[in-house]
């Protein structure tokens, strides 16, 4: 038998090849799935987002239930802004997502995992049962490191067997990079997330941190070596960064191209996507004043479809591999229509 | 609140047990003090009050909530229905003003609770506001109307009607000090329509003025003050933001090197603030003109316009309220810095000078004088900086350290001979009292400092005689330090029981006396190699650091680089000991003596080679972090022992216990 073994990995190398040289030539006749994420508290789908999950994501969504976050007074992890279903969610391809800060397995003790992990599956599934949703697998969203890395898969391993669903974890870009540093988490599936790659930068020249080809090359070359089947997950959210005498003041996801267009309040500088405030006045809750910088990172349909071309061809050939997209909930429809979706998907 | 309940029982009843029932009694710890009827005061009143309190009490169930973090479903807190009949009934039943305001109070803030969902409700179907309109005029505008004001400004909140919401809200900010807290917090203009129309509502330049102030001190200051100062240049508005410009220039200079440390930037804004600023001062129109002239006056110092601050300072002096005496010191510490910042030489004159607000500092400083807010070191320590400097320039190296002690000083002996004779000079000038107020140490802590440099230097009867001058008798030794050990371990030799204490003038008495016995041919080996010891476990390397621990030095820590590089050399080094090891091999006997006296040369001479880095000038200021420790160097001694003394038992204990000889062994 095992005289046999390093045949069939030739034959699965070989496999590997054709498949690729396959998948280069025709792109469109792709197997990956397009889905999307929920990120706001309140769920609620209006006609043009139900059109698209309808049409592009057979109406596959990843759904945040909740956050936990470590309360410091009472020095214990709780739940909170936990999803309020204002619709009825279609379908039945519905994964529950929990987001934990790193923060939580920084101070939570290992006796406190056990309850975390109880009290985590039950929420889930109250909420769940209450709302009519059935789900074979738990996506969890934490940026752990080093220091969190054990705690964290613990957590992991043990919500795996009390929830006996499938468990999939979201994977960030170091993590593959160094990923016998940080440790590959014991789940079925990871979700990469292919945003936020760049540091937030004042400095208006540097390129769009969501997304950037250089960047992005930094992390991926070791990407068909990681140990766990990759999901991917990919920006359609921009932002601006306010930025006042040279240093970033917050980011706003609120505030983009329509209000930096306007001629009475902003002027273009000589840096692509930077806008100079020319007045001083209130927007959306924001104070700006005069000579305030606006740097507009956007991800648009052009620069997914060169994420996707790049990515794709470092990714081990997966034909279960779902693409979803982050987040339905603040989702610029006039900027991506359903077609960009199913182009884009259709490069993986 | 509490204050107010006080008055209304005519002072009756005592405010410690009205503060326990109003903020921390629970509805059934009321019920017991009513009924006990232990409180004296008018009985309807009491019974008005203690009515009012439960249900107010009840009240706090839906209005003081705090967020709940549970893993179990949390029920939505909402006001009970039945809640406001009760409510409705009381109020209507009152015939006391006092508590019926209050009343009224609980029942807009019932209805901004029960209505605070209902996104979708119109003005004029809401009971906040109706029951607040209602009843507004009915009662004195105090601070009961603004707070239950607040909830109205809420309800607008709430209801997205940001620009009224944000008008109200700044009528309670104006109100009083208690108010301003809640209110500020809930000033937020969303968009410059609401922000427009916010303006519009106001309905006197006061008003406006407000609104001004609270867009100052959230967002910005500047335009603030210019919008404020167009309306009413006496506005006491002005003076908040004001400080707040200033807080925020030395925010971005602090910790830095003044106006080098800000970026371009920075450099604008600061700029632009001592622009805008100084011409408000020149119009001296305020209601406070010396505080705009001494704020126009700071910002032109911190831009290096000192011509222009002087003349800012000048004219607020005249303007300055001499009965307050924090106004009139800020003044003189600004005067101060700026009279430092341009002297460019030092002589008598300006020494005379300097007397009165050096010793006013000192007093400050010491405690003597205190004045209440006041900040002055950042100031003083800048300003002595600066006097020292110019003092070393000029080459009166005992003044400059006098006012800024530095460690270089004492380097030269010949200097602290003179800082000596300073501390002893009979008839001091007004200047050196003054001066040596900031001097850290007195004569006793120079003697001593001088018995420890001379100890280093082997000179132990000039030592002893120096150490006897200043009065001490050094610090206890945590170790023997006439101990050797192969291997350095402070930790055990401080756990080791020490059969006598021994302080730092019995080391040097020891050495005296061993020193005399060599000097007579009595055991040479013995005595040398314990003088040797000694050498080396006062130095950083042995286990009696704590000999050059002293008032002067302050080399403390763990590493070479918490010694002062002024004394680091002298407290490294092994030298000495290794001229006695070298004595005592000299006189030694046997081999395995021998093989003793040379290995611990070598661990002098492995130190040297640390040391060649500790000292280098650029690692002055390093750390251990910063600095990388070069390879040790395998210099004669190891040589001497490998090829002389390999036969010895000694040469069997270095090699197991020392891992640099054996890999020498190994290498060669």
């Known amino acids: 038998m095992s005289n046999n073994l390093p045949c069939l990995r030739h034959l699965k190398i070989i496999c590997l090849i054709s498949l690729t040289v396959f998948c280069d030539s025709c792109t469109k006749n792709s197997q990956s799935n397009t889905a999307y994420y929920y990120w706001k508290q309140n769920f609620k789908l209006n006609a043009a987002q139900t059109e698209l999950l309808e049409k592009t994501g057979n109406n596959k969504l990843y759904i945040r239930f909740f956050d936990i976050k470590w309360n410091t007074k009472t020095k214990l992890p709780y739940p909170e802004a936990i999803v309020n279903f204002q619709t009825t969610t279609p379908g039945r391809h519905i994964t529950p997502v929990i987001f934990i800060t790193n923060q939580t397995f920084e101070k939570l003790s290992p006796a406190g995992i056990d309850s975390l992990v109880r009290n985590s599956n039950q929420l889930l599934e109250q909420l769940a049962r209450k709302n009519h949703i059935v789900y074979q697998a738990i996506q969890i969203d934490c940026d752990w490191t080093l220091s969190t890395k054990a705690t964290y898969f613990s957590f992991l391993k043990q919500l795996r067997t009390i929830s006996k669903k499938k468990l999939e974890a979201t994977i960030r870009l170091h993590q593959i990079k160094y990923q016998f540093k940080t440790g590959v988490p014991p789940v079925d599936r990871g979700t990469l997330m292919f945003y936020n790659m760049g540091k937030l930068s004042a400095d208006p020249k540097t390129p769009n941190s969501i997304y950037n080809t250089k960047d992005a090359a930094a992390y991926i070359g070791t990407l068909n070596q990681y140990l766990l089947p990759l999901d991917v997950a990919l920006p359609v959210f921009s932002w601006s960064l306010q930025i006042r005498s040279g240093k970033i003041i917050q980011v706003y996801a609120k505030i983009g191209v329509a209000e930096l267009e306007n001629k009475m309040r902003y002027k273009p500088t000589v840096n692509e996507n930077v806008y100079e405030a020319i007045d001083n006045f209130f927007t959306a809750g924001v104070y700006v004043k005069t000579g305030d910088l606006f740097k507009l990172e956007e991800s648009t349909p052009q620069l997914l479809q060169q994420a996707a071309q790049q990515l794709s061809t470092h990714l081990n050939t997966d034909t279960t591999r779902t693409i979803i997209y982050y987040e339905l909930g603040n989702l610029n429809l006039s900027a991506f229509k359903a077609k960009d979706f199913q182009e884009i998907s259709a490069r993986f | ?668």
């Not at chain 2, 005061?41 to 008005?48: E, N, P, Q, V």
């Not at chain 2, 505008?141 to 940001?162: C, D, E, I, P, S």
């Not at chain 2, 001494?294 to 303007?319: C, M, V």
């Not at chain 2, 001229?579 to 661990?603: D, G, H, P, V, W």
């Open chain 2, 1 to 668: 609140m509490v204050s107010d309940w006080y008055s209304y029982f005519d002072k009756k009843v005592d405010s410690g047990i009205l503060n326990h029932l109003l903020l921390k009694a629970s509805a059934a710890g009321i019920d017991s003090a009513y009924q006990s009827n232990s409180l004296k005061a008018d009985k309807k009143k009491l019974k008005a009050f203690f009515d009012y309190l439960s249900l107010a009490k009840s009240a706090e169930k839906f209005a003081a909530t705090d967020v709940m973090y549970s893993w179990e479903p949390q029920p939505a807190v909402k006001p009970p229905v039945e809640f406001e009949a009760s409510l409705v009934k009381s109020f209507k039943k009152s015939k006391d003003a006092f508590i019926k305001q209050r009343l009224w109070f609980q029942l807009v803030r019932y209805y901004y609770f029960s209505e605070k969902s209902d996104s979708t409700l119109l003005p004029e179907a809401s009971k906040t506001l109706k029951t607040f309109e209602a009843s507004k005029n009915s009662f004195p505008q105090n601070m009961m109307h603004y707070r239950t004001l607040g909830y109205v400004a809420g309800w607008h909140y709430q209801h997205k009607n940001y620009a009224v919401s944000n008008y109200l809200n700044s009528l309670c900010y104006n109100y009083s000090v208690e108010a301003k807290i809640p209110s500020e917090w809930s000033f937020h203009p969303q968009e410059e329509a609401d922000w427009n129309k916010t303006l519009t509502l106001a309905k006197t330049n006061e008003e406006r003025a407000t609104l001004w102030h609270m867009l100052g001190i959230n967002y910005d200051p500047l335009r603030a003050i210019g919008q404020i100062e167009a309306l009413d240049p006496k506005s006491d508005k002005l003076d908040l933001l004001l400080a707040r410009i200033i807080n925020i220039t030395e925010y971005h200079i602090s910790g830095g090197n003044g106006l080098s440390s800000l970026d371009s930037a920075e450099k604008r804004e600061l700029k632009q603030n001592t622009t805008a600023i100084s011409n408000i001062a020149l119009k001296n129109n305020t209601a406070k003109p010396y505080f705009w002239n001494l704020a126009a006056g700071y910002l032109n110092y911190l831009s290096h316009n000192y011509t222009a601050a002087k003349t800012f300072y000048q004219a607020a002096k005249p303007q300055l309220p001499p009965g307050d005496k924090l106004v009139m010191a800020q003044y003189q510490i600004l005067d101060w810095v700026l009279y430092v910042k341009e002297l460019k030489k030092i002589d008598p004159e300006v020494e005379a000078k300097m007397v009165a607000p050096l010793n006013w500092f000192a007093d400050l400083k010491t405690g003597k004088d205190t004045i209440s807010s006041l900040r002055f070191a950042y100031a003083l320590d800048s300003s002595l900086h600066q006097i020292a400097g110019i003092y070393k320039k000029q080459g009166e190296l005992v003044k400059a350290n006098a006012l800024e002690n530095y460690t270089d000083f004492y380097i030269q002996n010949n200097n602290i001979e003179q800082m000596k004779t300073l501390l002893q000079k009979p008839n001091k000038t007004a200047f050196e009292k003054t001066m040596l107020r900031y001097y850290p140490f007195d004569l006793q802590d120079l003697y001593y400092h001088q018995a420890q440099v001379l100890a280093y230097q082997d000179k132990i009867d000039e030592a002893i005689a120096m150490m006897t001058k200043s009065e001490s008798e050094g610090d206890k030794m945590l170790a023997n330090p006439f101990t050797m050990r192969i291997n350095d371990c402070h930790d055990c030799d401080h756990q080791r029981k020490q059969s006598k204490e021994i302080y730092s003038m019995d080391v040097l008495k020891t050495i005296q006396l061993m020193k005399s016995q060599i000097k007579k041919g009595t055991n040479v080996y013995e005595n040398a190699i314990l003088i040797a010891n000694a050498f080396y476990n006062m130095s950083f390397y042995g286990n009696s650091r704590i000999f050059y621990s002293g008032e002067v030095m302050q080399s403390g820590g763990n590493t070479p680089f918490e010694i002062p590089i002024a004394f680091r050399s002298m407290l490294l080094s092994n030298k000495i000991a290794e001229k006695y090891y070298l004595i005592a091999l000299r006189a030694a006997k046997t081999n395995e003596q021998k093989a003793r006296c040379t290995f611990m040369a070598s661990k002098c001479e492995k130190n040297e080679s640390y040391n060649l880095v500790y000292t280098k000038p650029e690692n002055s200021n390093g750390n251990e972090w910063t600095v990388t420790i070069e390879p040790v160097f395998y210099g004669a001694y190891f040589s001497i022992l490998n090829n002389e003394y390999d036969n010895t038992k000694f040469y069997q204990e270095i090699i197991k216990e020392c891992g640099y000889f054996k890999s020498y062994v190994n290498e060669h």
